[in-house]
């Protein structure tokens, strides 16, 4: 099978990329909990991603296959998810009963952030339809070799079991657990500087 090639895209394709993303996410357990109802997800899931990980777009950090069938959002040192919006997304379109623990969970993730520069990955995903066909790896290997140039560590929340075993690979490691009330569990993963 040959490897997937990753590039970054131009600002035409960034809309290719963010869908990438939204379909890779559509059986994502912290997603799909914030947002059950397949439409209010479809609505929802592209303006999210925007601002959780729209700096990557901006600041040379998003990352797609040739395809568009995978895409990897990072977010370099000094950029920052867009917060105010991502609380205004969840504040009108999370239902009551689980918004208090999803922006505890929210609280918990700013918390476990190193203190110390590094690459931010908010969000990578490749297209159910694709998945198990190297994708993923492409992708971070894409991004990580840019972080060992920089002798940078990276970052990231597993927010899907499924995944972990990828991260490990890369050569992540799992910093703990987070979960709040009914809400599924995030595990924070670190890749030191190398």
């Known amino acids: 099978m ?6 970054v895209p131009s600002a035409a394709e960034e809309a290719a990329a963010v ?3 939204v379909l890779a996410f559509s059986t994502d357990p912290m997603a799909r909990w914030c947002w059950p109802a397949p439409h209010t997800y479809l609505a929802t899931m592209p303006r999210f991603t925007r601002a959780f990980a729209g700096g990557a777009f901006v600041h040379g950090g998003a990352f797609c296959s040739g395809d568009f069938a995978g895409a990897a959002l990072w977010l370099k040192p000094g950029v920052a998810p867009d917060e105010q919006t991502m609380g205004e997304i969840a504040q ?3 239902s009551d009963d689980i918004r208090q623990d999803l922006f505890a969970v929210m609280e918990q993730m ?3 952030h190193p203190h110390e520069a590094h690459w931010y990955l908010p969000l990578i995903g490749v297209d159910p339809a694709r998945q198990g066909q190297g994708y993923g790896d492409a992708l971070m290997r894409y991004a990580l070799e840019q972080c060992d140039r ?4 990276a970052y990231l ?3 899907n079991p499924r995944n972990i075993t ?3 690979r ?3 490691e799992e910093l703990g657990r987070i979960q709040v009330g009914r809400s599924p569990t995030l595990v924070p993963m670190l890749r030191p500087a190398r």
């Not at 040959?2 to 590039?7: D, I």
């Open 2 to 7: 040959p490897v997937p090639t990753v590039r």
């Open 19 to 21: 869908g990438a993303v």
């Open 92 to 94: 009108a379109t999370v």
């Open 110 to 112: 700013g918390r476990s």
């Open 150 to 153: 920089q002798h940078l560590p």
């Open 157 to 159: 929340e597993s927010t």
């Open 166 to 168: 990828l991260y490990r």
């Open 170 to 172: 890369h050569g992540f």
